[in-house]
Protein backbone atom coordinates (compact mmCIF):
# COMPACT_ATOMS: atom_id res chain seq x y z
CA UNK A 1 0.00 0.00 0.00
CA UNK A 2 1.28 3.64 -0.82
CA UNK A 3 1.96 6.21 1.08
CA UNK A 4 -0.93 8.18 -0.43
CA UNK A 5 -3.46 5.83 0.32
CA UNK A 6 -2.58 4.87 3.74
CA UNK A 7 -3.07 8.88 4.20
CA UNK A 8 -6.54 8.23 2.30
CA UNK A 9 -7.58 5.49 4.61
CA UNK A 10 -6.32 7.75 7.72
CA UNK A 11 -8.35 11.11 6.91
CA UNK A 12 -11.28 8.67 6.15
CA UNK A 13 -11.55 7.11 9.75
CA UNK A 14 -12.13 10.00 11.71
CA UNK A 15 -15.20 11.03 9.05
CA UNK A 16 -16.52 7.58 9.62
CA UNK A 17 -16.19 8.08 13.59
CA UNK A 18 -18.15 11.50 12.86
CA UNK A 19 -20.75 10.07 10.94
CA UNK A 20 -21.21 7.37 13.10
CA UNK A 21 -21.41 9.50 15.72
CA UNK A 22 -23.78 11.68 14.04
CA UNK A 23 -26.31 9.19 13.48
CA UNK A 24 -26.09 7.45 17.11
CA UNK A 25 -27.41 11.13 17.85
CA UNK A 26 -29.77 11.89 15.51
CA UNK A 27 -31.38 8.42 16.98
CA UNK A 28 -31.95 9.46 20.11
CA UNK A 29 -33.49 12.97 19.10
CA UNK A 30 -35.59 11.51 17.04
CA UNK A 31 -36.68 8.59 19.67
CA UNK A 32 -37.01 11.50 22.44
CA UNK A 33 -39.42 13.57 19.58
CA UNK A 34 -41.69 10.37 19.17
CA UNK A 35 -41.46 10.20 22.45
CA UNK A 36 -42.61 13.92 23.16
CA UNK A 37 -45.58 13.21 20.62
CA UNK A 38 -47.11 10.21 22.35
CA UNK A 39 -46.94 12.20 25.92
CA UNK A 40 -48.22 15.06 24.37
CA UNK A 41 -51.39 13.49 22.28
CA UNK A 42 -52.26 11.90 26.15
CA UNK A 43 -53.01 15.37 27.48
CA UNK A 44 -53.49 16.72 23.42
CA UNK A 45 -57.51 17.82 24.26
CA UNK A 46 -56.54 19.55 27.66
CA UNK A 47 -53.46 21.87 25.78
CA UNK A 48 -56.26 22.20 23.31
CA UNK A 49 -58.34 23.56 26.13
CA UNK A 50 -55.59 26.27 26.92
CA UNK A 51 -54.83 27.34 24.11
CA UNK A 52 -58.54 28.12 22.70
CA UNK A 53 -59.01 29.68 26.03
CA UNK A 54 -58.57 33.52 24.77
CA UNK A 55 -61.31 32.79 22.63
CA UNK A 56 -63.73 30.93 24.76
CA UNK A 57 -62.94 34.45 27.52
CA UNK A 58 -63.77 36.71 24.27
CA UNK A 59 -67.08 34.81 23.46
CA UNK A 60 -68.19 35.17 26.98
CA UNK A 61 -67.79 38.47 27.27
CA UNK A 62 -69.55 39.40 23.80
CA UNK A 63 -72.92 37.61 25.71
CA UNK A 64 -72.41 34.32 24.21
CA UNK A 65 -73.18 31.96 27.28
CA UNK A 66 -72.16 28.87 25.40
CA UNK A 67 -69.12 29.24 23.24
CA UNK A 68 -68.60 26.86 20.22
CA UNK A 69 -66.12 25.86 17.53
CA UNK A 70 -66.88 22.97 14.65
CA UNK A 71 -65.23 20.80 12.44
CA UNK A 72 -66.29 20.47 9.07
CA UNK A 73 -64.61 17.04 8.43
CA UNK A 74 -64.31 13.83 9.96
CA UNK A 75 -60.51 13.48 10.45
CA UNK A 76 -60.08 17.11 11.10
CA UNK A 77 -60.39 17.28 15.36
CA UNK A 78 -58.08 14.28 14.76
CA UNK A 79 -55.51 15.99 12.79
CA UNK A 80 -55.52 18.94 15.10
CA UNK A 81 -54.62 17.15 17.83
CA UNK A 82 -51.66 15.28 16.21
CA UNK A 83 -50.87 18.98 15.52
CA UNK A 84 -50.38 19.75 18.76
CA UNK A 85 -49.00 16.65 20.00
CA UNK A 86 -46.29 17.46 17.27
CA UNK A 87 -45.58 21.31 18.37
CA UNK A 88 -45.97 20.41 22.63
CA UNK A 89 -43.89 16.84 21.48
CA UNK A 90 -41.10 19.01 20.21
CA UNK A 91 -41.14 20.98 23.27
CA UNK A 92 -40.69 18.44 25.73
CA UNK A 93 -38.39 16.40 24.03
CA UNK A 94 -35.98 19.94 23.03
CA UNK A 95 -34.06 19.58 26.44
CA UNK A 96 -32.88 15.76 24.84
CA UNK A 97 -32.54 17.14 21.21
CA UNK A 98 -30.26 20.04 22.65
CA UNK A 99 -27.83 17.87 24.53
CA UNK A 100 -27.47 15.49 21.97
CA UNK A 101 -26.40 18.54 19.84
CA UNK A 102 -23.55 20.09 22.38
CA UNK A 103 -22.60 16.38 23.05
CA UNK A 104 -21.82 16.09 19.32
CA UNK A 105 -20.72 19.99 18.42
CA UNK A 106 -18.73 20.23 22.44
CA UNK A 107 -14.99 17.88 21.65
CA UNK A 108 -14.69 20.39 18.17
CA UNK A 109 -14.92 23.49 20.39
CA UNK A 110 -12.30 25.03 22.89
CA UNK A 111 -13.17 25.59 26.40
CA UNK A 112 -13.71 29.11 25.79
CA UNK A 113 -16.26 28.76 22.88
CA UNK A 114 -17.87 26.24 25.29
CA UNK A 115 -18.05 28.88 27.98
CA UNK A 116 -19.49 31.11 25.46
CA UNK A 117 -21.82 28.81 23.07
CA UNK A 118 -23.48 26.89 26.53
CA UNK A 119 -25.51 29.94 28.29
CA UNK A 120 -27.05 30.59 24.58
CA UNK A 121 -28.62 27.57 24.37
CA UNK A 122 -29.57 27.45 27.89
CA UNK A 123 -31.17 30.85 27.38
CA UNK A 124 -33.03 30.54 24.18
CA UNK A 125 -36.07 28.04 25.18
CA UNK A 126 -36.39 30.50 28.53
CA UNK A 127 -36.64 33.26 25.67
CA UNK A 128 -39.15 31.89 23.44
CA UNK A 129 -40.72 30.42 26.77
CA UNK A 130 -41.63 34.02 27.44
CA UNK A 131 -42.68 35.27 24.41
CA UNK A 132 -45.18 32.43 23.87
CA UNK A 133 -46.38 33.36 27.49
CA UNK A 134 -46.94 36.88 26.45
CA UNK A 135 -48.32 35.73 23.02
CA UNK A 136 -50.86 33.68 24.66
CA UNK A 137 -51.77 35.88 27.80
CA UNK A 138 -51.65 39.56 26.53
CA UNK A 139 -51.40 39.37 22.59
CA UNK A 140 -54.34 36.79 21.54
CA UNK A 141 -56.86 37.57 24.17
CA UNK A 142 -56.49 41.43 22.75
CA UNK A 143 -56.82 39.98 18.79
CA UNK A 144 -59.45 37.82 19.57
CA UNK A 145 -61.31 40.58 21.33
CA UNK A 146 -60.43 42.61 17.80
CA UNK A 147 -61.68 40.29 15.27
CA UNK A 148 -64.36 38.60 17.23
CA UNK A 149 -65.51 42.41 17.69
CA UNK A 150 -67.09 42.23 14.56
CA UNK A 151 -69.02 38.44 14.45
CA UNK A 152 -72.37 38.47 15.36
CA UNK A 153 -72.72 35.18 18.19
CA UNK A 154 -74.76 33.07 16.68
CA UNK A 155 -75.83 30.95 20.13
CA UNK A 156 -77.06 33.97 21.43
CA UNK A 157 -80.44 33.49 19.47
CA UNK A 158 -80.44 29.94 19.99
CA UNK A 159 -80.64 30.03 23.39
CA UNK A 160 -83.33 32.87 23.58
CA UNK A 161 -85.43 31.74 21.56
CA UNK A 162 -85.17 28.10 23.40
CA UNK A 163 -86.23 30.24 26.58
CA UNK A 164 -89.15 31.57 24.85
CA UNK A 165 -90.71 28.31 23.06
CA UNK A 166 -92.79 26.22 25.48
CA UNK A 167 -92.42 22.98 26.00
CA UNK A 168 -89.07 22.45 23.99
CA UNK A 169 -87.18 19.48 23.67
CA UNK A 170 -84.06 19.32 25.25
CA UNK A 171 -82.45 18.07 21.60
CA UNK A 172 -84.26 20.46 19.40
CA UNK A 173 -82.23 22.74 17.46
CA UNK A 174 -84.05 26.34 17.22
CA UNK A 175 -82.95 28.46 14.10
CA UNK A 176 -83.96 32.21 14.41
CA UNK A 177 -86.33 33.49 11.41
CA UNK A 178 -85.37 36.41 10.05
CA UNK A 179 -86.60 38.80 6.76
CA UNK A 180 -84.40 41.25 6.41
CA UNK A 181 -81.43 39.96 4.62
CA UNK A 182 -78.45 37.72 5.29
CA UNK A 183 -77.27 36.99 8.76
CA UNK A 184 -73.21 37.10 9.29
CA UNK A 185 -72.61 35.06 12.17
CA UNK A 186 -69.46 33.50 13.84
CA UNK A 187 -69.34 29.67 13.73
CA UNK A 188 -65.22 28.98 14.47
CA UNK A 189 -63.64 26.01 13.14
CA UNK A 190 -61.29 24.50 15.56
CA UNK A 191 -57.96 23.96 13.37
CA UNK A 192 -58.14 27.85 12.23
CA UNK A 193 -58.77 29.09 15.47
CA UNK A 194 -55.83 26.97 16.58
CA UNK A 195 -53.82 28.26 13.45
CA UNK A 196 -54.11 31.80 14.57
CA UNK A 197 -53.32 30.73 18.53
CA UNK A 198 -50.26 28.87 17.02
CA UNK A 199 -48.85 31.81 14.81
CA UNK A 200 -49.25 34.57 17.52
CA UNK A 201 -46.74 31.97 19.99
CA UNK A 202 -44.32 31.33 17.09
CA UNK A 203 -43.95 34.83 15.93
CA UNK A 204 -43.52 36.16 19.83
CA UNK A 205 -41.54 33.62 20.66
CA UNK A 206 -39.12 34.09 17.60
CA UNK A 207 -38.97 37.56 18.48
CA UNK A 208 -38.37 37.04 21.91
CA UNK A 209 -34.81 35.09 20.43
CA UNK A 210 -33.69 38.69 19.64
CA UNK A 211 -31.45 39.57 23.01
CA UNK A 212 -30.23 35.51 22.33
CA UNK A 213 -29.22 36.11 18.69
CA UNK A 214 -27.61 39.44 18.39
CA UNK A 215 -25.98 38.74 21.81
CA UNK A 216 -24.19 35.49 20.23
CA UNK A 217 -23.31 37.41 16.99
CA UNK A 218 -21.73 40.25 19.00
CA UNK A 219 -19.65 37.54 21.47
CA UNK A 220 -18.67 36.34 17.31
CA UNK A 221 -17.83 39.92 16.33
CA UNK A 222 -20.31 40.23 13.77
CA UNK A 223 -21.79 42.67 14.75
CA UNK A 224 -20.93 45.78 17.31
CA UNK A 225 -23.12 47.80 19.96
CA UNK A 226 -21.88 50.77 18.05
CA UNK A 227 -23.27 49.19 14.51
CA UNK A 228 -26.46 48.19 16.27
CA UNK A 229 -27.05 51.62 17.47
CA UNK A 230 -26.23 53.22 14.40
CA UNK A 231 -29.10 51.49 12.78
CA UNK A 232 -31.55 52.11 15.19
CA UNK A 233 -34.13 54.36 13.09
CA UNK A 234 -34.06 51.34 10.39
CA UNK A 235 -34.94 48.94 13.33
CA UNK A 236 -37.79 51.01 14.27
CA UNK A 237 -39.39 51.25 10.99
CA UNK A 238 -38.58 47.31 10.45
CA UNK A 239 -40.40 46.56 13.98
CA UNK A 240 -43.16 48.50 13.14
CA UNK A 241 -43.63 46.62 9.89
CA UNK A 242 -43.75 43.42 11.67
CA UNK A 243 -46.39 44.94 14.26
CA UNK A 244 -48.56 45.47 11.18
CA UNK A 245 -47.92 42.47 9.90
CA UNK A 246 -48.23 39.65 12.48
CA UNK A 247 -50.78 41.94 14.61
CA UNK A 248 -54.37 42.78 13.63
CA UNK A 249 -55.16 46.28 12.50
CA UNK A 250 -55.05 47.36 16.27
CA UNK A 251 -53.14 50.32 16.92
CA UNK A 252 -53.28 49.04 20.84
CA UNK A 253 -51.83 45.69 20.10
CA UNK A 254 -49.84 46.84 17.69
CA UNK A 255 -47.95 49.41 20.23
CA UNK A 256 -47.52 47.05 22.88
CA UNK A 257 -45.63 44.53 20.45
CA UNK A 258 -43.66 47.36 18.79
CA UNK A 259 -42.31 48.64 22.53
CA UNK A 260 -42.19 44.62 23.82
CA UNK A 261 -39.62 44.09 20.83
CA UNK A 262 -38.20 47.23 20.08
CA UNK A 263 -37.40 47.27 24.60
CA UNK A 264 -35.88 43.38 23.22
CA UNK A 265 -33.40 45.32 20.77
CA UNK A 266 -32.06 48.02 23.13
CA UNK A 267 -31.45 45.42 25.69
CA UNK A 268 -29.92 43.30 22.88
CA UNK A 269 -27.69 46.58 22.38
CA UNK A 270 -26.61 46.72 26.33
CA UNK A 271 -25.68 43.12 26.43
CA UNK A 272 -23.69 43.17 22.87
CA UNK A 273 -21.68 46.11 24.76
CA UNK A 274 -21.47 43.87 28.13
CA UNK A 275 -19.80 41.59 25.92
CA UNK A 276 -17.36 44.11 24.41
CA UNK A 277 -16.51 45.19 27.69
CA UNK A 278 -15.67 41.79 28.49
CA UNK A 279 -13.55 41.07 25.74
CA UNK A 280 -11.64 44.43 25.94
CA UNK A 281 -10.85 43.54 29.67
CA UNK A 282 -9.47 39.99 29.28
CA UNK A 283 -7.25 41.53 25.54
CA UNK A 284 -6.17 44.27 28.64
CA UNK A 285 -5.36 41.50 30.95
CA UNK A 286 -3.34 39.32 28.05
CA UNK A 287 -1.58 42.29 27.04
CA UNK A 288 -3.31 41.75 23.56
CA UNK A 289 -5.30 45.19 23.73
CA UNK A 290 -4.08 48.40 21.68
CA UNK A 291 -5.26 51.87 21.84
CA UNK A 292 -6.83 53.60 18.64
CA UNK A 293 -4.91 56.70 17.75
CA UNK A 294 -6.42 59.83 17.57
CA UNK A 295 -7.53 59.37 13.93
CA UNK A 296 -8.77 55.89 14.84
CA UNK A 297 -6.42 53.97 13.50
CA UNK A 298 -4.93 50.53 14.67
CA UNK A 299 -0.66 51.60 15.72
CA UNK A 300 -0.13 48.13 14.61
CA UNK A 301 -1.67 48.70 11.07
CA UNK A 302 -0.30 52.39 11.19
CA UNK A 303 3.12 50.50 11.65
CA UNK A 304 2.81 48.61 8.56
CA UNK A 305 1.65 51.27 5.86
CA UNK A 306 4.84 53.64 7.63
CA UNK A 307 6.55 51.08 5.95
CA UNK A 308 5.08 50.58 2.84
CA UNK A 309 5.24 54.17 2.01
CA UNK A 310 8.98 53.93 3.11
CA UNK A 311 9.49 51.22 0.38
CA UNK A 312 7.62 53.50 -1.47
CA UNK A 313 10.04 56.05 -1.43
CA UNK A 314 13.10 54.09 -1.60
CA UNK A 315 11.83 52.96 -5.07
Known amino acids: MSATEEEIEDSAAPLIEHLAELRTRLIRAVGAFLVGIILAFVVAEPILQFLLAPIEATLRELGDPSPTLQYTSPQEYLFTLFRISMVFGFALAFPVIAHQLWRFVAPGLYKTEKNAFLPFILASPLMFLLGASFAHFVVTPLAMAFFLGFADVSSIFANLLAGSVQNLPDAAAVVPETDDGIRITFFGKVNESLDITLKFIMAFGLCFQLPVLLT ?40 ILFTVVYGLYELSIFLVRMVEKRREADLRAQGLWFEDDEEGEDPLFKEFDEDDDEKGDSK
Do not use: C, F
Not at 224 to 234: C, D, H
Open 216 to 255: LMGKAGMVSAEGLGSVRKYAMIAILILAALVTPPDVVTQL
